[in-house]
């Protein structure tokens, strides 16, 4: 027989249980390139134990750690573990955060998913082809997009143009 307690008890029970699945089915598309679809170790072999930890473990560097917050020249931002480019500087601002932020990406260049790691949902966003982790894309950015794509600058290269 239910009782009140044995109904609470199965109603948290469901909802813990569908609160933890919820991730799952929001993620992250596979990488779209085979060639880029690589091992642990050889991921770690190819990037910094920093690179590493941010694109393929989707951790996070320190704020105002990385000399990209502060790259003002013309240029393209590329995706550290593949090389395909991301941002262009013309979409680059300072958004005091610590990071480098962008208000709009390259076309076809970054997937997204919801992040939940902090309850709240985030949209977290990766690179389109080798699925790297980024960063996170907010609503408080500048014009046009009114987006702040806050990205991890040890998950970025810069090259720049003439």
């Known amino acids: 027989m239910f009782n009140r307690r044995s109904l609470l008890m199965g109603f948290f029970t ?5 609160f933890f699945k919820i991730p799952t089915v929001f993620a992250a598309s596979k990488p779209n390139d ?8 050889q991921w770690k072999k190819r990037l910094s134990k920093e ?3 941010v694109l ?11 000399e990209l917050n502060n790259e003002k020249r ?6 550290q573990g593949c090389d395909l480019p991301l941002f262009s500087s013309s979409a680059k601002f300072d958004s005091g ?13 970054i997937d997204t998913k919801v992040d939940f790691k902090l309850i ?5 966003y990766h690179c389109h082809r080798c699925g790297g982790h980024q960063g ?3 609503d408080d950015g500048p014009r046009p997009t009114g987006k702040r794509y806050c990205n991890n600058g040890v998950a970025l290269s810069f090259r720049p143009t003439s």
């Open 51 to 53: 690179a590493y930890e």
């Open 136 to 138: 996170h894309v907010f």
């Open 74 to 79: 013309k240029g393209i931002f590329y995706c």
């Open 120 to 124: 709240v949902p985030r949209t977290e």
């Open 14 to 18: 469901g909802l813990v249980g569908v």
């Open 56 to 66: 393929r473990e989707e951790g996070t560097e320190r704020p105002f750690s990385s």
């Open 34 to 41: 085979l060639d880029w679809n690589l091992t642990k170790e």
């Open 97 to 109: 955060t610590g990071w480098p932020s962008f208000w709009e990406p390259l076309p076809n260049s």
